[in-house]
Each structure stands twice: as C-alpha cells, then as structure tokens.
C-alpha cells in the first residue's frame, strides 16, 4: 500500500479512470492495526487495484471532506468521484471488507 501525504497528490490520484482503493488510518488506532493484520491477503485478491493509505491526522481536511468519521475507513474513487465507503464500523473483519470490495469494485 503506498503512502499518500498530501492533498495535491490525493486530488491527483482520485483522477484515475480506474477504481483506487484509499484507506484512512491513524497510529493510534487500534482497530487500524488489528485491520493490518488480515489487508495482505486482501491487496493480493485485488491486485489490479491500486492500494494507498492516508493518515487521516496529517491530513484531517481530507476526512472531513470525504466524511471519514471514523477509522479505518475504506473509501474507492473513480474519475474524481468517491464511489464508495466503508465506515470503520463495518469494517472490523476481512468478510466485511471484502463482502464492500465485491459490492463496490468492477
């Protein structure tokens, strides 16, 4: 997963015309770490996906933009356009993650 560090290169990135996949995170958060644990076997299953990740506390104006109320989040943008979020709420075990991955991705 590759690290995005600022709103230039975030605005830059969700221009793709193909889906990215951008995972909202702090250090602090334990539910981040537990997400680290089982993402590796996710990235594989969706390789063709470009995969980056976003300190939400280095970037907060992103989160509030997007409405990432709480992390992890995933969220998938496509031509500029966020076509989907998964709140942290649901996103505590890999079915979840992935079960929002097959909904969410072509």
Known sequence: MKKITTEAQ??????????????????????????????GDILEAYQENDWYELNKDDLPELADKYQVMGIPSLLIFKNGEKTGHLHSANAKTPEEVNEFLAEHIS
Do not use: G
């Open 10 to 39: 975030f605005n830059e990135l969700i221009q793709s015309d193909k889906e990215i996949i951008v995972k909202f995170y702090a250090d602090w958060c334990p539910d981040c770490t537990r997400m680290n644990m089982f993402i």
